[in-house]
Nanobody, 126 residues
Framework: QVQLLESGGGLVQAGDSLRLSCAAS????????MGWFRQAPGKEREFVAA????????NYADFMKGRFTISRDNDKNTVYLQMNSLKPEDTAVYYC???????????????????WGPGTQVTVSS
């Protein structure tokens, strides 16, 4: 069973940037899609971005409008989320997740992800 651990969250001002990292243990990282989701207080968890197993395909939520970039380094078993031009409405706990299917696509559906990290808090002040 893979274990995921997010890092890089924190308190920033509107317009700042953050890069989140998600380190995966085990040897099954490289063959699976990875995703980022977020959950704000009182709201449901929502899709942010996903990347397929090779990094050749990505998928983003519409709300990001080019502000976020997902990437992965399979040699380091790590997936990243570069977040630019942060807004107060980006405040949430951000979770990374590992896809359930070998050589799976960059899905937006939470049900397509089987392992989740504990999350990292991102707070954007106005």
């Amino acid at each position: 069973q893979v274990q995921l651990l997010e890092s890089g969250g924190g308190l920033v001002q509107a317009g700042d940037s953050l890069r989140l990292s998600c380190a995966a243990s085990g040897r099954t990282f490289s063959g699976y899609a990875m995703g980022w989701f977020r959950q704000a207080p009182g709201k449901e968890r929502e899709f942010v971005a996903a990347i397929n197993w090779s990094g050749s395909s990505t998928n983003y939520a519409d709300f990001m409008k080019g502000r976020f970039t997902i990437s992965r380094d399979n040699d380091k078993n790590t997936v990243y989320l570069q977040m630019n031009s942060l807004k107060p409405e980006d405040t949430a706990v951000y979770y990374c997740a590992k896809g359930q299917y070998f050589h799976g696509s960059a899905s937006h559906r939470p049900a397509d992800f089987g392992s989740w990290g504990p999350g990292t808090q991102v707070t954007v002040s106005s």
